[in-house]
């Protein structure tokens, strides 16, 4: 495997892992709250595939990108613009479809920021040379 590739699925699988622990807590806390059902994991489910797909897709387009000019920031937008609606599109079906609890699909979108977060106070992420 090329070693950007390896960077890519390494720091996906560890948002994919921080989306897990962030997912259990999540569920934990509507179960606490007396708001647990089937909808609250489905939703969870949905939610986090998501996110981590769209943090995937980002990471993917920001490392084919780079240095590449005008055509580099152009397929930046594109990508941009694709992920967002892919987004809008996993809300919608989560605000609409009665078999997800629309709260339990937004909130995994924040859990790859707060993954990240964690790691460097922990100091187990360090970005590669030019990335922030």
């Known amino acids: 495997m090329h070693k950007t590739s390896s960077a890519i699925v390494k720091t996906t699988g560890q948002i994919a892992l921080g989306?897990?622990?962030?997912?259990?807590?999540?569920?934990?806390?509507?179960?606490l709250l007396g708001q647990f059902d089937y909808t609250v994991v489905t939703g969870a489910l949905l939610g986090g595939a998501g996110a981590v797909l769209n943090f995937f897709l980002m990471s993917l387009t920001v490392k084919k990108s780079a240095g590449r000019g005008v055509q580099g920031?152009?397929?930046?937008?594109?990508s941009y613009f694709l992920r967002m609606l892919l987004m809008v599109g996993v809300m919608v079906v989560g605000i609409i479809c009665p078999y997800f609890h629309w709260l339990a699909v937004m909130l995994p979108y924040l859990m790859p920021t707060l993954t990240i977060y964690a790691m460097r106070l922990l100091g187990l992420y360090r970005p590669e040379q030019g990335d922030s």
């Open 19 to 31: 989306e897990a622990v962030g997912l259990v807590v999540m569920v934990a806390v509507f179960a």
């Open 73 to 78: 920031k152009n397929r930046m937008i594109l």
